[in-house]
């Protein structure tokens, strides 16, 4: 079944350690999302690419990096420089550039020890 | 600044009655909106979208109504069921790549 697989589901990180979270998608899409979801507030996105070798930053693109290597892979690398990195993160894809309608995987809860 | 509003952090009602979801934005430039619907440790799903054009689009149980002049959006699940119970994310699109959420109503269907 096609799909966004995001890992790890869980992660604990020391302060000052980068950490990469990992999103592969098999629906054949384009454009590729990375969100962050904190409590009380709304999905805020961090980077999104539309192609292959191409990247933007979101809202809140700070302490945060990404790659576009391949179409189905979309790795997000929280750095030491994330002020507060204790959140959810949510990856999605959609089809084309004009559409709202994300995918969205199961997400990875990261917490900074 | 919160371009998208949900006013209501959480809302409980029985099973069988109408669950009217409500969302407001500030930004008339938004042209497409859209629910979607999370429980907990997973990623969002899709609900129901509509286009600024139109002011009601149906899915089975889900409706959702846009009154452009308020700036007002709202999702009503009728008959409401214990599945519906979740966490309700209104979002606005503005052109390619730009889609700003809600922060979310914790919606309870009591059995």
């Known amino acids: 079944d096609g799909g966004i697989t995001q890992s790890p589901k869980y992660l604990f990180r020391k302060e000052g350690q980068n950490v990469t979270l990992s999103c592969e998608q098999n629906?054949?899409?384009?454009?590729m999302y990375w969100y962050r979801q904190d409590p009380g507030q709304g999905l805020r996105l961090i980077y999104y690419?539309?192609?292959?070798?191409?990247?933007q930053k979101g809202d809140i693109a700070e302490g945060y990096s990404v790659s576009r290597e391949k179409k189905e892979s979309f790795p997000l690398t929280v750095t030491s420089a994330q002020k507060n990195p204790t959140a959810f993160y949510l990856c999605a894809s959609t089809k084309g550039r004009n559409t709202g309608e994300l995918f969205f995987g199961e997400g990875s809860r990261l917490t900074v020890l | 600044d919160q371009q998208v509003k949900q006013n209501s952090p959480s809302l409980s009602v029985q099973e069988g009655r109408i669950s009217i979801l409500n969302c407001d934005y500030t930004?008339?430039?938004?042209?497409?909106f859209l629910w979607y619907k999370k429980y907990p440790a997973e990623g969002p799903t899709f609900l129901i979208s509509?286009?600024?054009?139109?002011d009601k689009n149906e899915d089975g149980r889900f409706t959702v109504f846009l009154n452009k002049s308020a700036k007002h959006l709202s999702l009503h699940i009728v008959p409401s069921q214990p599945g519906d119970s979740a966490v309700y994310f209104c979002a606005a699109e503005r052109g390619a790549n730009n889609l700003f959420f809600g922060t979310g109503t914790r919606l309870t269907v009591i059995p």
């Open positions: 509509i286009s600024s054009i139109k």
């Open positions: 629906l054949n899409h384009d454009a």
């Open positions: 930004n008339s430039m938004f042209d497409y």
């Open positions: 690419s539309q192609i292959v070798n191409d990247f």
